[in-house]
């Protein structure tokens, strides 16, 4: 295992200190809690929006805390929920009274410990909602899900719900945007290689030298087919093509495109990618309103892409073009 | 090698298709040529800034082309400097009357055909300076460079010459102030892997499984050691305390910091480093101003990182968070 790290058993902890003294202006460490805030949380009359996961998809979700995005981001352990008392130490730090909003990926243990974290929230009398993000259409059901796992369509939640709780949204004004946004994106990813997990010291799973994962998870849980590498043409097709199965878009609509890099993937080869998406698109009528292209939800050094497609409207896009502080998403 | 790519010998103009399909409002592509501009270059009056190099440092250059930073970015062959045409190109892009300024990482090839496309575009009576950075303090003179080599600490040099031509400073305005924040910037780097050159197919060199190379340039130019990889913390202090043995800071002074991954190194490990690099200059009684973590100049997929220290005062804090609208560095 190569990394630059110091204790494999504290690489979170590790990190966390790293990132609120490379932000002591905009960030701080809810004091013996994994769980990042906005230095001025709460902020009072303003919809709390938390949300998090385990670590090791930097940015996602620290990287997401920031004026017009999240409050707070609850971090787990590498590939591991956080726990139902570090999302109940972050609800509660981030609540100014007008309720609190709960952004989770479809697993099966961040959804249990979010809902978890809720109810010991709304026992204190603090108001929650919530919303699931399960934009992955590359398999139904997986090792750590029931339904389809949330990937990096996530950050537009982030981004949109954000925006809306910004701009004086009450707690269901904030649900009923982000389950638009959830209903309008759709992402399916791919890997090149594994990742190592810094406590367990060796690659989760192997892929030949000529092999590629389709559809693989961000924890390198299976995906849809394993097969000899295709060019970048060929698998941005077939990632693209996947999704609008799926979306149904039509000529003349919109969409917001996001090309993630999974975390060892150079960014010449994700503008590759974005090239023949972009192409695809032109092709069938739809148009690109924005585009982003970098690593959003990463996987430690897995080497891979995902794309992401949001179908956008009006209300979508100005949300989406809002201003935002967070570190990882600056608008 | 596993890349997502189509031909190896298309990559350049097959990223800057993407690119510029990810940035229809922002950047065009000088046709046939390898130069990214910005849209409305040339903007009368202003001077204009190229910078640009081999391709495989993304986002350098072309993610730092917008308001605020670079009028236009060269993007060679991998790890290969543009021909002297290219650059002239570039230059004749983005004249609008006040003069080109040019920056450049010292590497023999690259001074010597930007240099050559200053002559020929000072037969054509455009007025043109350069500056060259020179900020890896690892080694003197390298495989490609005699002196010191350019590497992250290029990223400032653009953001504040970049922001001293938008405020509307003169060609030898801009000179200074590069000149300045070369006098005043370090940094060093190491890896813990090599990289792939597409059209080569092989790895450059070779680092064993408990190896790391300290000093390493961001071609894979041999460093000032070998040896086996120590933890985060001995690395951050290691390259760290190369850096302030070189700047002579004392207490009281501000510096902005910047930790670099090469390419495939985790934002993780990136925040660990940070960690370690905050202590180092508190103990000191250096005070950090700002601070960047995360992907600004790599090596394609190479796994590493570098430090960047750059002393400030007035001026340099002003032009450094100055707007930058460039996709790779928003301000």
Known sequence: MKKIINDPNLVVQDMLKGLVSAYPNSFKQVPNTTVIVRKDAPATGKVGLVSGGGSGHEPAHAGYVGKGMLD????????TSPTPDQVYEAIKAVDGGAGV???????????????????????DGIEVEQVIVNDDVAVEDSSFTTGRRGIAGTIFVHKIAGAKAEAGGSLQDVKTIAEKVVANVRSMGMALSPCTVPAAGKPSFELADNEMEVGMGIHGEPGTERKAITTADEIATELTQKILDDMHLSNGDEVAVMVNGLGSTPEMELYIVNGKVNDILKEKG????????????????MAGCSVTLLKLDDELKELLNAESQAPAFRN
């Open 72 to 79: 707070a981001a609850v971090c787990g352990e590498v590939f």
């Open 101 to 123: 909003f709960l952004i989770i990926k479809n697993y099966t243990g961040d959804v249990m410990n979010f809902e978890m974290a809720a109810e010991l929230a709304q026992a």
């Open 286 to 301: 739809i148009n690109i309103y924005k585009t982003f292209v970098g690593e959003y939800m990463t996987s430690l050094e």
